[in-house]
């Protein structure tokens, strides 16, 4: 039924401007917005939906992974955007997960929602 259908994902925020400023100009990602969401034109052809959601909750798992060449020469641009990785027990001092599997670093959106970028 669905085979030929281009599937796209979504999530929420409590915040559309917020969510705006920080993909299109932290991320540097070409966003739209129409109806009071947000489509998010990422690489791919495969755009994803962020719609309002007053009592929004954060995930509390990894919405969106962004693969990368070059983790460090990555996480350096987005601390130098303002961006805040995440600092859990596992990673390095940059948030650079180096315990194995590809080199992960997470960083937060400003609703709370955790992303990643991923080595490949």
Do not use: C
Request: glycine fraction near 8%; avoid cysteine.
């Amino acid at each position: 039924m669905f085979e030929q259908t281009k599937a796209f994902s979504g999530f929420s925020t409590n915040d559309i401007p917020a969510a705006k400023t920080f993909y299109g100009d932290k991320l540097g990602i070409r966003v739209s917005e129409a109806n009071g969401m947000l489509t998010l034109h990422i690489a791919g052809e495969r755009d994803t939906l962020i719609y309002p959601k007053p009592d929004h909750v954060p995930a509390e798992f990894t919405i969106l992974n962004f693969p990368v060449p070059d983790i460090e020469a990555a996480v350096d641009e987005l601390v130098a955007r303002g961006v805040t990785f995440e600092h859990y027990d596992w990673v390095d001092a940059r948030g650079i997960n180096r315990r194995g599997g590809p080199l992960i670093a997470w960083f937060k959106d400003p609703a709370g929602n955790v992303l990643s970028v991923v080595e490949q």
